[in-house]
């Protein structure tokens, strides 16, 4: 069992170990814009991106008070963050390198990623001085050359100085050279001597270009003026200066004091000393004393903001003739810096029932300082049940010792102290407050066991229909509730495609509009749950309620609509004021006032005529029926509801003034387009014949009642005839059982437009009403039709004859 833990154990510290040392290695472009995608992370350390998020992962920075890259959990990569300058960076460095930490939890893994920032030819050529004075004795020697000075190009190898050129003239050609550090600087050589009688000032335009591409330039004006000669240049006591200095170094320390002599005398042989080439950020810092060659410090100077700084310096005698020296200055670090707790990871609040040995945070304990000044120790110092647990690097765990019971103690401060190893120590302090947080022992209750609602039909989808509310009484978390509807169907449907629920305010909104006339009401399901774990739930019931509008227009069952079977009374020319005529049916499929129907006649042949019932609908003859009154009657029908706005629709009753058939000049040319003219042939035969029989059946009814000397009594007081085929299933009338009265009930047959006539006389159920006509399908050339409705008599005996033709 010993030899089983102590495998183990080495097996933790050698992964520790691999992971520790498995440094990722990248390399961008500087100037690369925030977002561009350094490397995969995830992909290179054989994880994805979720695993990195779930693991916490972070990216911390290896000292610097810029990151210049961030971790994307999303993707799992490693993306610019900021523009890099390499220069601005690393300077004249042939390496710059940023270092991070990717730190990932559960467990504890650190992975060191090094990304180095390549150089681009982002900087031009520039010269020190944009204008180069040089005094040129008259009898110098031809091929005596000139120092000219290095241009200074931020950029390092191909897009660095790579050539100079002159402006074309008659005296001077350039010469390049190349000093003790690959550096080239450029002098100018007299190819032809001067005549200061002839010419005492001349202006040459020098330029110096990189090797990138595309290729970068600067340029400086040489001003010349004729003298007499200088034959010896500043020599420097040595080619390179290279002196360490300390870190917060006081404004105005001496770094160096550069040397140069001149063979020459007088005026030829004094020496002034001026910067060649300085970065901007070393200007800011140091300082060149012109007559000594002292260079002092000009600012704070911080070995972790950079800790090499490189310059040239250049020493010019009286006349122009000049020479340049290198200087490096190496910072040196200083325990300047007091450790940095950072908490990387916290579970506060962290619930009571956890046990000894438990993580609670992660910690990280940072120090700018370099070498032994940045060895840090850390411990907590008050006696509370929690320590601190070494982990990888400079990491510490803070675990449980013992129980915690939240009813004694629910709040801790806990006090971690950090002290470097440098001379003298620094040490700095951080205060953590954790908190004792409660288990998920109570329920959400809604305020009500039940709700109801009440949403009108024609709604918007998203309108807010009521909200519930349903409170938990544990802390935090545990009584956070979230709202949720319980699956169910409404008339076969999801209930989903009805109602939703905001899960955060208990808000239902409609999901689509409702429609009234489909269903009434629904009922559904809402679940409160709490964020406990697990997770506690209860549920309530709510009612919707499904109100009426006015969306749907009066439905006219009879007569049928124009382009279908269209329908012709037949009035007695001797029918009474009163008589009813026809009856027009109509439906509105709302509720309630909206349903409510009345009926008026908007155009008529005879306007004084007919009038019409509002609420029944019935078409009455209003006066006596003449002579002079036109045999065909249109009756235009409007029939509207009672809602708000009003709807209403319109029909068309054609009606036909006659005692028989025979005066209806239409009947006698009636035509079908039959695809078999025998079968016209048939209908025709029959309809004359029954025709015939019918006005026979007249004049026998008339001889009767002559031989009895009654005047006869003609009301028209028959019913139409309504097909079945026009009425709604379950359809039924407020009044009564029927459509009509039953002293007006009677049978008939239609066409159904199947090319062959089908119409039956019928039999009345008033014996107080004489029949005077039979119903015919109407033709599609005739307006009014070749059909006839039913008219009653004063009396009819048992004896009315029924007939039926096919």
Same mark, same amino acid.
């Given at each position: 069992?010993?030899?089983?833990?102590?495998?183990?154990?080495?097996?933790?510290?050698?992964?520790?170990?691999?992971?520790?040392?498995?440094?990722?290695?990248?390399?961008?472009?500087?100037?690369?814009?925030?977002?561009?995608?350094?490397?995969?992370?995830?992909?290179?350390?054989?994880?994805?991106?979720?695993?990195?998020?779930?693991?916490?992962?972070?990216?911390?920075?290896?000292?610097?008070?810029?990151?210049?890259?961030?971790?994307?959990?999303?993707?799992?990569?490693?993306?610019?963050?900021?523009?890099?300058?390499?220069?601005?960076?690393?300077?004249?460095?042939?390496?710059?390198?940023?270092?991070?930490?990717?730190?990932?939890?559960?467990?504890?893994?650190?992975?060191?990623?090094?990304?180095?920032?390549?150089?681009?030819?982002?900087?031009?050529?520039?010269?020190?001085?944009?204008?180069?004075?040089?005094?040129?004795?008259?009898?110098?020697?031809?091929?005596?050359?000139?120092?000219?000075?290095?241009?200074?190009?931020?950029?390092?190898?191909?897009?660095?100085?790579?050539?100079?050129?002159?402006?074309?003239?008659?005296?001077?050609?350039?010469?390049?050279?190349?000093?003790?550090?690959?550096?080239?600087?450029?002098?100018?050589?007299?190819?032809?001597?001067?005549?200061?009688?002839?010419?005492?000032?001349?202006?040459?335009?020098?330029?110096?270009?990189?090797?990138?591409?595309?290729?970068?330039?600067?340029?400086?004006?040489?001003?010349?003026?004729?003298?007499?000669?200088?034959?010896?240049?500043?020599?420097?006591?040595? $080619?390179?200066?290279?002196?360490?200095?300390?870190?917060?170094?006081? *404004?105005?320390?001496?770094?160096?004091?550069?040397?140069?002599?001149?063979?020459?005398?007088? *005026?030829?042989?004094?020496?002034?000393?001026?910067?060649?080439?300085?970065?901007?950020?070393?200007?800011?810092?140091?300082?060149?004393?012109?007559?000594?060659?002292?260079?002092?410090?000009?600012?704070?100077?911080?070995?972790?903001?950079?800790?090499?700084?490189?310059?040239?310096?250049?020493?010019?005698?009286?006349?122009?003739?000049?020479?340049?020296?290198?200087?490096?200055?190496?910072?040196?670090?200083?325990?300047?810096?007091?450790?940095?707790?950072?908490?990387?990871?916290?579970?506060?609040?962290?619930?009571?029932?956890?046990?000894?040995?438990?993580?609670?945070?992660?910690?990280?304990?940072?120090?700018?300082?370099?070498?032994?000044?940045?060895?840090?120790?850390?411990?907590?110092?008050?006696?509370?049940?929690?320590?601190?647990?070494?982990?990888?690097?400079?990491?510490?765990?803070?675990?449980?010792?013992?129980?915690?019971?939240?009813?004694?103690?629910?709040?801790?401060?806990?006090?971690?102290?950090?002290?470097?190893?440098?001379?003298?120590?620094?040490?700095? $302090?951080?205060?953590?407050?954790?908190?004792?947080?409660?288990?998920?022992?109570?329920?959400?209750?809604?305020?009500?066991?039940?709700?109801?609602?009440?949403?009108?039909?024609?709604?918007?989808?998203?309108?807010?229909?009521?909200?519930?509310?349903?409170?938990?009484?544990?802390?935090?978390?545990?009584?956070?509730?979230?709202?949720?509807?319980?699956?169910?169907?409404?008339?076969?449907?999801?209930?989903?495609?009805?109602?939703?629920?905001?899960?955060?305010?208990?808000?239902?909104?409609?999901?689509?509009?409702?429609?009234?006339?489909?269903?009434?009401?629904?009922?559904?399901?809402?679940?409160?749950?709490?964020?406990? $774990?697990?997770?506690?739930?209860?549920?309530?019931?709510?009612?919707?309620?499904?109100?009426?509008?006015?969306?749907?227009?009066?439905?006219?069952?009879?007569?049928?609509?124009?382009?279908?079977?269209?329908?012709?009374?037949?009035?007695?020319?001797?029918?009474?004021?009163?008589?009813?005529?026809?009856?027009?049916?109509? *439906?509105?499929?709302?509720?309630?006032?909206?349903?409510?129907?009345?009926?008026?006649?908007?155009?008529?042949?005879?306007?004084?005529?007919?009038?019409?019932?509002?609420?029944?609908?019935?078409?009455?003859?209003?006066?006596?029926?003449?002579?002079?009154?036109?045999?065909?009657?249109?009756?235009?029908?409007?029939?509207?509801?009672?809602?708000?706005?009003?709807?209403?629709?319109?029909?068309?009753?054609?009606?036909?003034?006659?005692?028989?058939?025979?005066?209806?000049?239409?009947?006698?040319?009636?035509?079908?387009?039959?695809?078999?003219?025998?079968?016209?042939?048939?209908?025709?035969?029959?309809?004359?014949?029954?025709?015939?029989?019918?006005?026979?059946?007249?004049?026998?009814?008339?001889?009767?009642?002559?031989?009895?000397?009654?005047?006869?009594?003609?009301?028209?007081?028959?019913?139409?005839?309504?097909?079945?085929?026009?009425?709604?299933?379950?359809?039924?009338?407020?009044?009564?059982?029927?459509?009509?009265?039953?002293?007006?009930?009677?049978?008939?047959?239609?066409?159904?437009?199947?090319?062959?006539?089908?119409?039956?006389?019928?039999?009345?159920?008033?014996?107080?009403?004489?029949?005077?006509?039979?119903?015919?399908?109407?033709?599609?050339?005739?307006?009014?039709?070749?059909?006839?409705?039913?008219?009653?008599?004063?009396?009819?005996?048992?004896?009315?004859?029924?007939?039926?033709?096919?």
């Amino acid at each position: 069992m010993g030899g089983l833990r102590i495998w183990a154990l080495c097996f933790l510290l050698f992964h520790e170990l691999v992971l520790c040392n498995g440094d990722l290695s990248y390399s961008i472009l500087e100037e690369l814009s925030r977002g561009h995608v350094v490397g995969n992370l995830a992909k290179d350390l054989g994880l994805d991106a979720k695993t990195l998020a779930a693991r916490n992962a972070r990216l911390d920075a290896d000292g610097g008070s810029k990151r210049f890259c961030e971790l994307d959990l999303r993707r799992g990569a490693l993306v610019v963050s900021e523009a890099a300058d390499r220069e601005e960076l690393c300077g004249s460095q042939t390496t710059c390198v940023l270092k991070y930490e990717l730190v990932l939890e559960r467990p504890l893994e650190l992975h060191g990623i090094v990304v180095n920032v390549q150089d681009i030819n982002d900087n031009p050529p520039q010269f020190s001085l944009n204008e180069i004075k040089l005094e040129i004795r008259e009898s110098a020697d031809k091929g005596t050359s000139f120092f000219l000075g290095e241009a200074h190009d931020a950029d390092l190898g191909q897009n660095a100085v790579q050539g100079y050129s002159l402006e074309r003239n008659s005296h001077f050609s350039l010469n390049v050279r190349a000093n003790s550090d690959g550096g080239k600087y450029a002098e100018l050589v007299l190819d032809k001597e001067l005549d200061r009688e002839k010419e005492q000032q001349l202006t040459l335009s020098l330029s110096a270009h990189d090797g990138g591409d595309p290729p970068r330039s600067g340029s400086a004006v040489i001003h010349i003026t004729v003298l007499d000669a200088n034959d010896n240049s500043p020599v420097f006591s040595q $080619s390179v200066y290279r002196v360490s200095l300390p870190e917060n170094a006081p *404004v105005g320390t001496v770094v160096v004091a550069v040397n140069a002599t001149d063979a020459d005398e007088g *005026v030829n042989g004094e020496v002034t000393y001026e910067f060649s080439r300085l970065s901007d950020k070393a200007a800011r810092l140091f300082s060149l004393d012109k007559i000594s060659g002292e260079i002092k410090v000009a600012g704070a100077i911080d070995f972790e903001e950079k800790s090499y700084y490189e310059m040239r310096v250049q020493a010019k005698d009286g006349l122009g003739s000049a020479s340049d020296a290198k200087v490096v200055v190496d910072v040196t670090d200083v325990n300047d810096n007091s450790p940095k707790i950072v908490v990387k990871s916290l579970m506060n609040p962290f619930p009571e029932n956890v046990s000894p040995g438990t993580e609670v945070g992660i910690i990280n304990v940072q120090d700018e300082d370099s070498g032994q000044n940045r060895q840090v120790r850390c411990f907590i110092q008050e006696h509370v049940p929690f320590k601190l647990n070494p982990s990888i690097k400079n990491y510490y765990s803070i675990v449980t010792t013992s129980d915690v019971d939240r009813e004694l103690v629910s709040d801790f401060n806990i006090t971690i102290t950090a002290t470097d190893e440098g001379t003298p120590p620094l040490s700095s $302090s951080m205060t953590i407050h954790l908190s004792v947080s409660d288990v998920n022992d109570n329920p959400p209750v809604f305020d009500e066991q039940s709700y109801s609602a009440y949403v009108a039909e024609n709604n918007k989808a998203g309108t807010s229909i009521c909200s519930v509310t349903a409170r938990d009484p544990d802390w935090r978390q545990n009584g956070t509730v979230l709202y949720s509807l319980l699956p169910s169907e409404v008339n076969g449907v999801p209930v989903s495609s009805f109602l939703s629920i905001n899960a955060d305010t208990g808000v239902i909104h409609a999901v689509r509009s409702f429609d009234y006339e489909q269903f009434r009401s629904l009922k559904v399901q809402v679940v409160s749950r709490d964020n406990g $774990s697990p997770p506690l739930s209860s549920n309530a019931t709510v009612s919707v309620f499904i109100t009426d509008e006015n969306d749907n227009s009066p439905q006219i069952l009879y007569p049928a609509p124009e382009g279908k079977s269209l329908m012709t009374e037949m009035v007695p020319k001797a029918a009474l004021s009163g008589s009813l005529v026809s009856k027009v049916i109509a *439906v509105d499929a709302d509720s309630g006032q909206n349903a409510w129907l009345s009926y008026r006649i908007v155009k008529s042949t005879d306007p004084g005529l007919f009038s019409m019932g509002v609420h029944s609908g019935e078409i009455r003859v209003q006066r006596d029926i003449s002579e002079s009154d036109s045999m065909k009657q249109n009756l235009v029908i409007s029939v509207r509801d009672n809602g708000q706005p009003p709807l209403s629709a319109t029909c068309s009753v054609y009606l036909l003034i006659s005692d028989n058939l025979a005066e209806v000049p239409e009947l006698k040319d009636m035509t079908y387009e039959e695809k078999s003219s025998k079968l016209t042939s048939y209908l025709i035969i029959a309809l004359v014949s029954v025709s015939t029989f019918f006005l026979t059946f007249i004049i026998l009814i008339l001889a009767v009642r002559f031989c009895r000397r009654r005047k006869p009594r003609l009301l028209f007081d028959g019913a139409v005839a309504i097909p079945s085929a026009y009425l709604p299933p379950n359809y039924a009338e407020v009044e009564g059982a029927g459509t009509l009265r039953s002293s007006y009930n009677y049978d008939a047959y239609l066409t159904t437009g199947s090319h062959t006539s089908d119409f039956k006389f019928i039999r009345s159920y008033n014996d107080s009403t004489l029949p005077a006509g039979g119903t015919l399908r109407k033709s599609p050339d005739d307006p009014f039709g070749s059909s006839f409705n039913e008219a009653h008599g004063e009396e009819v005996r048992e004896t009315s004859s029924h007939f039926k033709l096919i």
